[in-house]
C-alpha cells in the first residue's frame, strides 16, 4: 500500500457489492466527491494469505438520513425533535482488478484513496507505452491518453462531441495537438512522435479566425490560468502539471482562400501573413475533383454515372496539357460573349508573359470555372444540336449515353455550383502567381496548417475540405512518410448520418484506413448520432463535452456509464470526459487555457526588453 | 341537537388495532379509588383543565428513556418423559435519546458510556434453570454470536416468561435511569411507561401511554375530557402504604382530537415523585407540569408518522427503531436459533 494512500472508508454491507461496482461509506471527516480514485484490498476468501486489489472511480456521491422513515422526517430532525444518523456514501466503478480475479469486495473491507503508483494503476499509466498529457484530473494530477491509441500504432482517430459555444470542442482539439507535438514521454523524456520533422497538423477553420492566431502568445493566459491556480489552490498550471512548455503553436502556417483579381491575396480580416490558396482549372481535371463540387452524389444513378465519365474526359483532356487553364480543340465551340470579354481582356495581359504568348493559338481556352461548365454544356448539350428528341445534341464521346433530362441536370447542377467556386479554381492568371496558391501541405517545412474556410459557403467548404483531404490521401498512398493530423469540426456536414458524397468517402477511408497509412482525423461535431457510424466508430478516443440531455440518452454515447452521460449535460466548458480503449472508466478531464492566442484581442503585441534590444541592435 | 341527551355516536380510536387500544377502562375498585387524593392541587370546586403560562425554561436538556424487547422463538423446555417448563428466547434493548428543549442542537441517540444496552434473553417458567449458553457457528458469512442470560419465573403458564422477560426489561430501564441520573444530572429524563421507583429525584417523569384504571370520579373524568391541546388535569396524588412510593399523577392532552374520535384520544398521564412528604414537592411538581405542557406537543407524532399517534413521541419512535435494528433482524435470528437447537441434537 503506498504511503500516501489514505483510508477513506469502508464497502457498504447494505448494498450489493460486486466485482465491477459497489457503494462505501465514507468515514467521518472525509471528503469524497465524483472522479475520486479508490482502491480496495479484498482477501481472497479461499486463502487469506492472498489479496485482490480492486481499483475504481468515484461516479455517485449521496448523502442521506438514516432512520427515517418519511421525508417530512427530515425537518423533524432538523428541528432536533428525532434523532438520525447522516450516512455518506460513494459509488465505485470499478476499473482494473489485479489479478483478474472477479470476486466481490466484501462489506466492511477498507477503502483508499489512491495516489501515486496505485493512482497510475487505476488509470492503467503503467500499461502505456507512450502517455499522452490530456488534460488535469480532479485530483489536480495530469490525466493521461495511451498515445498508441492515437498514433495508429493500436488505434487511431478522435472524436470529440458537444453543444457547439460551451463544449469548447475545438479548444480541446488544439490543446490534444499541442501536446501531440511538444510531450515529452514520461520514462525517456524524447517526443511521442515517430518523425517529428514530418509530422504535420492540417486544420480547418471554420468560426470566425479564431484559429489564425495559434502561433501567437495570449496575453490572457497568465491570468486566466492563474485564476484557476488561485481556486484549486495549486503552485503549478495546467501545462505544467501536464509537464507541457507554455507557448503558442510552433512552425505554423495559415491558410485563407484567394481573393478575387489579379494578385492573388488572401481573404483575411485581421491577420497578416496568410498565405491564399485555390486550384488551378488544370488542377481540377487532372486532380478530378469535378464530384467534389456537386454536393451530392448517388453513384447508383446515371448522373453518378455521368459524373464520373466527364470526371475522365476531363483527366484525359488535361493530361497532355501544362495549365493552369485548359485548352480545348473545337471548331464551333464559343464561349459566351461575356465569358469571352474575360478571357480575351485576361489573354491581352498574358501576352505579356512570353511563355504563354508562343503557345497562345487560336483554339478556344478555358481560363475561369464558368468557361468549364460552358464547355461541359457545350459537349454535353449543344454539339450538332439540331433535333429535338431529346438524344441527339452533345459530343457521343462524352454524353455516355445518358438522356438528355440528366445532362441537363448535371450542367443546372454545375452551374449552380459555379459561383461558389469560381474563386477558388481560376486558370486566368499567370501559371507564376497560380503557383503560390498551391496547398501542399505534406510538402511544406511548416508543420501546423490553419485552412480558413469559415467565409466560404457551404458547398465551396466541401470542396476545399474533401479536396485537400484526398490530396492528403492520396499522396499518403503514394508513400510520403510522416503522420498528420487532421482537425475538421462540424463532422455531421462533411459526413452525415445520412446520404452519400465524394467527401464522406474520403472521410470514411480516412476513419477506416487512416491507421495504417498514418492519417490520424480529430473530428468533432455537436451530435454524434447525426455522423456516419463509422466514422464515429472507428475513433479509438472519445471524448465529450456539455451533451444536450437528449443528445446525451442517444446509443452512440453508452460508451459512458449513465452517471457520466447524465453529468455531461452539466459539464463547464473546459471540462471534457475522455474514454479511451484500455481504460474502461472515463476520465473527466480539465484542459489549461490556450496559451495561444484564439482571437485578435488575445494576441500578444508588447515587445519584451529583450526582443526590443534585440531588434534595436 | 335536541335530542343529544339520548343520541349515542359510534367513535374512533386513531391506534392502529394491532397495538390494542390506549384507553383500558376497567371498573376500579372503591380502594385503588380511595387510595387516590384527587383534590392535591385544586379544590372540587376548582377542578378544572389548566392551560399553563409558558414558564421560564429551566430544563436544557430532555432525555427520553425507553426499552424494547420481542419474543424470536418460545421454547419449551423437555425431556423424554415430560414436558418441564415453557420458555421464552428474546431480546430486549433500553436506551436514550437527548433532546435540546431550545432547539439549539440536534437530536442524538446516547451512545457514549455504553448506555445503549441490548441483551438476549432465555426466560424459563415453572422455575426452571439452565446455563447460559451462546449460540455461534463456524461459518465465517454468519457474523455475531448470540449470548442468551438464562432467566427464571415461579410461575407456569405460558405468558409469564413473557411477562418475566418484561419485568427484565423495565429493570435494566430502571438501571439506565439511575445511570443517567449520575451522568446527565442537569437533564429532564421521561422514562416511556410508568415512573420507575428510584428515589426521590424530581427530574424523573414516567409517561404512560395507556389509560388503565381511571381513579377519578365521573366529574373529574368529564374535565379530563374536555382538555384541549396543551391543557392538563390538576395534579392528583396516588398515594401508598409505602409512602415512599407515592407519586403524583396528571392528564394531559397532547392534540385536540377530532370530532370523530373518542374524548380520550391524545391523552397521557404524567407521573412524577411525590414520597411521604408530598406537600413539600408540589410546587415544584406544579413547576414541572407546566413547563412539559409547553415541550410535549411539539414531540408528539401525527397519525402518518407512527400507528399510536400522537402518544407515541418522536425520539421514543426513532429510539425503538435503532434498538430494533440493534436486537437484529428477527427472521435472521430465528433461522440461527433454529440452526443452533437442530445442532444441539436430542
Excluded at chain 2, 26 to 34: F, T
Excluded at chain 2, 36 to 57: G, L
Excluded at chain 2, 100 to 129: F, K
Excluded at chain 2, 139 to 168: M, N
Aim: proline share 5%; net charge negative.
Amino acid at each position: 500500500m503506498d504511503l500516501q494512500d489514505k483510508q477513506v472508508g469502508m464497502v457498504l454491507g447494505s448494498e450489493d457489492a460486486t466485482p465491477l461496482q459497489f457503494w462505501f461509506a465514507v468515514a467521518e471527516g472525509i471528503k469524497i466527491q465524483l472522479d475520486d480514485i479508490v482502491t480496495v484490498e479484498v482477501p481472497d476468501p479461499a486463502d487469506n494469505s492472498l489479496a485482490v486489489k480492486f481499483y475504481g472511480v468515484v461516479d455517485e456521491v449521496r448523502r442521506r438520513y438514516e432512520g427515517i422513515q418519511f421525508d417530512g422526517d427530515t425537518q423533524l430532525v432538523v428541528e432536533g425533535l428525532m434523532p438520525a444518523n447522516t450516512t455518506y456514501a460513494a459509488h465505485i466503478l470499478v476499473t482494473r482488478v489485479e489479478p483478474e480475479d472477479f470476486i466481490p469486495p466484501g462489506p466492511g473491507d477498507l477503502v483508499y484513496l489512491a495516489a501515486g503508483e496505485n493512482l497510475e494503476k487505476a488509470l492503467y499509466l503503467d500499461n502505456m507505452e507512450a502517455p499522452l498529457p490530456a488534460g488535469v484530473l480532479r485530483n489536480g494530477e495530469a490525466g493521461y491518453i495511451n498515445f498508441d491509441f492515437v498514433s495508429g500504432q493500436k488505434g487511431a482517430h478522435i472524436n470529440i462531441s458537444g453543444i457547439s459555444g460551451i463544449a469548447t470542442k475545438t479548444s480541446y482539439a488544439l490543446f490534444l495537438l499541442y501536446s501531440l507535438f511538444r510531450a515529452k514521454h514520461l520514462r525517456t523524456g524524447k517526443t511521442l512522435l515517430n518523425y517529428p520533422q514530418v509530422t504535420k497538423a492540417l486544420i480547418f477553420n471554420v468560426k470566425g479566425e479564431d484559429l489564425l492566431f495559434l502561433d501567437k502568445a495570449n496575453r490572457r493566459f497568465a491570468e486566466e490560468e492563474g485564476r484557476w491556480q488561485e481556486k484549486r489552490k495549486l503552485g503549478k498550471n495546467r501545462f505544467e502539471i501536464c509537464d507541457l512548455p507554455v507557448g503558442p503553436f510552433d512552425s505554423v502556417a495559415l491558410h485563407a482562400p484567394a481573393l478575387d483579381g489579379h494578385n492573388l491575396m488572401a481573404d483575411v480580416k485581421s491577420r497578416e501573413g496568410v498565405d491564399p490558396y485555390l486550384w488551378t482549372l488544370h488542377e481540377f481535371a487532372t486532380e478530378r475533383m469535378l464530384p467534389f463540387v456537386l454536393t451530392e452524389r448517388d453513384a447508383m444513378t446515371n448522373l453518378g454515372f455521368l459524373v464520373s465519365h466527364v470526371e475522365e474526359k476531363l483527366a484525359k483532356l488535361a493530361q497532355k496539357q501544362r495549365g493552369p487553364h485548359l485548352d480545348v480543340e473545337e471548331d464551333d465551340f464559343e464561349l459566351e460573349p461575356a465569358a469571352q470579354a474575360l478571357s480575351e481582356r485576361i489573354g491581352k495581359e498574358e501576352a505579356l508573359d512570353p511563355e504563354s504568348f508562343l503557345t497562345a493559338t487560336a483554339k478556344p481556352r478555358l481560363k475561369t470555372f464558368d468557361d468549364l461548365v460552358s464547355y461541359l454544356e457545350y459537349k454535353l448539350l449543344l454539339k450538332d444540336a439540331a433535333e429535338e428528341d431529346g438524344k441527339s445534341g452533345g459530343d457521343k464521346a462524352w454524353t455516355a449515353n445518358q438522356a438528355k433530362a440528366t445532362r441537363e441536370a448535371f450542367i443546372r447542377r454545375l452551374r449552380g455550383a459555379a459561383k461558389y467556386v469560381r474563386r477558388l479554381i481560376r486558370g486566368d492568371l499567370p501559371a507564376k502567381t497560380l503557383a503560390r496558391g498551391r496547398l501542399d501541405i505534406l510538402n511544406s517545412e511548416k508543420q501546423v496548417h490553419v485552412v480558413d474556410i469559415h467565409q466560404l459557403a457551404p458547398l465551396a467548404q466541401m470542396f476545399v475540405v474533401g479536396v485537400l483531404l484526398r490530396r492528403v490521401f492520396s499522396n499518403k498512398e503514394n508513400g510520403m512518410s510522416g503522420q498528420v493530423f487532421v482537425v475538421l469540426d462540424e463532422l455531421n456536414k462533411y459526413a452525415p448520418a445520412e446520404g452519400d458524397s465524394p467527401i464522406k468517402d474520403v472521410l470514411l477511408d480516412i476513419a477506416e484506413r487512416g491507421r495504417s497509412m498514418e492519417i490520424i482525423l480529430i473530428g468533432a461535431q455537436q451530435t454524434a448520432s447525426e455522423v456516419e457510424r463509422r466514422v464515429v466508430g472507428n475513433a479509438a478516443i472519445r471524448i465529450v463535452g456539455r451533451l444536450d440531455a437528449a443528445e446525451a440518452e442517444r446509443s452512440e454515447y453508452r460508451f459512458m456509464p449513465g452517471s457520466f452521460r447524465l453529468r455531461s449535460t452539466i459539464l463547464a466548458p473546459g471540462t471534457m470526459i475522455v474514454h479511451q480503449p484500455d481504460v474502461p472508466s472515463p476520465m473527466m478531464l480539465n484542459f489549461p487555457y490556450p496559451a495561444w492566442a484564439t482571437r485578435q484581442s488575445e494576441a500578444d503585441e508588447t515587445v519584451s526588453d529583450e526582443e526590443a534590444m534585440d531588434i534595436l541592435s | 341537537m335536541r335530542y343529544a341527551l339520548w343520541k349515542m355516536y359510534l367513535r374512533l380510536d386513531p391506534w392502529a388495532t394491532e397495538y390494542n387500544t390506549a384507553y383500558h377502562a376497567e371498573d376500579v375498585s372503591n380502594e385503588a379509588k380511595a387510595n387516590v387524593d384527587a383534590y392535591f392541587e385544586r379544590a372540587a370546586a376548582d377542578w378544572q383543565a389548566i392551560k399553563p403560562q409558558t414558564p421560564n425554561s429551566n430544563w436544557n436538556e430532555l432525555i427520553f428513556l425507553d426499552g424494547s424487547r420481542r419474543v424470536e422463538a418460545r421454547v419449551l423446555l423437555e425431556d423424554d418423559k415430560r414436558q418441564a417448563a415453557f420458555g421464552a428466547l428474546g431480546s430486549y434493548g433500553v436506551g436514550a435519546v437527548s433532546c435540546c428543549p431550545e432547539r439549539s442542537r440536534p437530536a442524538r441517540v446516547l451512545m457514549a458510556d455504553n448506555l445503549l444496552v441490548t441483551e438476549r434473553i432465555c426466560a424459563l417458567g415453572s422455575g426452571q434453570q439452565l446455563d447460559n449458553f451462546s449460540v455461534k457457528t463456524q461459518l465465517a458469512s454468519q457474523l455475531g454470536e448470540f449470548h442468551y442470560r438464562v432467566i427464571s419465573t415461579a410461575e407456569r403458564d405460558a405468558e409469564a416468561v413473557v411477562r418475566r422477560l418484561q419485568t427484565e426489561m423495565r429493570e435494566a430501564e430502571k438501571h439506565l435511569a439511575s445511570r443517567l441520573l449520575n451522568l446527565y444530572p442537569e437533564a429532564l429524563i421521561i422514562c416511556d411507561g410508568p415512573r420507575p421507583y428510584l428515589g426521590s429525584e424530581v427530574n424523573v417523569i414516567g409517561y404512560v401511554k395507556t389509560i388503565h384504571e381511571p381513579r377519578l370520579g365521573q366529574r373529574e373524568l368529564d374535565v379530563v375530557r374536555r382538555l384541549n391541546q396543551g391543557e392538563r388535569s390538576p395534579i392528583y396524588l396516588v398515594k401508598n402504604s409505602k409512602k415512599e412510593q407515592q407519586y403524583f399523577e396528571w392528564f394531559f392532552r397532547l392534540r385536540d382530537p377530532n370530532p370523530w374520535l373518542y374524548s380520550l384520544a391524545g391523552m397521557v398521564r404524567l407521573q412524577a415523585y411525590a414520597g411521604s412528604e408530598p406537600e413539600s414537592r408540589l410546587k415544584e411538581v406544579q413547576q414541572l407540569a407546566d413547563w412539559l405542557a409547553g415541550q410535549l406537543p411539539r414531540f408528539a407524532s401525527r397519525q402518518h408518522q407512527d400507528p399510536r399517534a400522537p402518544q407515541q413521541l418522536l425520539p421514543i419512535r426513532a429510539l425503538e427503531a435503532e434498538l430494533s435494528r440493534r436486537m437484529g433482524h428477527p427472521q435472521i435470528v430465528r433461522r440461527r436459533l433454529t440452526q443452533f437447537l437442530s445442532e444441539q441434537g436430542g
